[in-house]
């Protein structure tokens, strides 16, 4: 069983800094697996990809967070973060920790939500203007 739990979120001005964190527990000691990704979901909106990592070099983000946000993994906590730094209003939603069960991906596939099997709950993050 699989189990992702999102914290971190919260509410800042335009220009602020969150780091959200992903904890992942697996039944039967299995570690996390390669390939996570942040989602968020704007009220209205379709989820869309924000960042995601496999391994650790293999990183993709959406080009309205390229050079503010960052995606990294702490194996040792099993743990995914994303450190958001210069946030803008249009970064307002839910943000959602996912967990895909497979061990390869193509480029295309790393931002799609159907990639994704495992979803924890969601943290909040609003940015006021």
């Known amino acids: 069983q699989v189990q992702l739990v999102e914290s971190g979120g919260g509410s800042v001005q335009a220009g602020g800094s969150l780091r959200l964190s992903c904890a992942v527990s697996?039944?039967?000691?299995?570690?996390?697996?390669?390939?996570m990704a942040w989602f968020r979901q704007a009220p209205g909106k379709e989820r869309e990809g924000v960042a995601s990592?496999?391994?650790?070099?293999?990183?993709l983000y959406a080009e309205s967070v390229k050079g503010r946000f960052t995606v990294s993994k702490d194996t040792a906590e099993n743990t995914l973060l994303l450190q958001m730094n210069n946030l803008k209003p249009e970064d307002t939603g839910m943000y959602y920790c996912?967990?895909?069960?497979?061990?390869?991906?193509?480029?295309?596939?790393?931002?799609?939500?159907?990639?994704?099997?495992?979803w924890g709950q969601g943290t909040q993050v609003t940015v006021s203007s």
């Open positions: 996912a967990m895909s069960s497979a061990w390869t991906m193509l480029g295309y596939q790393l931002l799609q939500s159907t990639s994704y099997q495992y």
């Open positions: 697996v039944s039967g000691g299995t570690d996390m697996r390669d390939y």
């Open positions: 990592i496999g391994g650790y070099t293999n990183i």
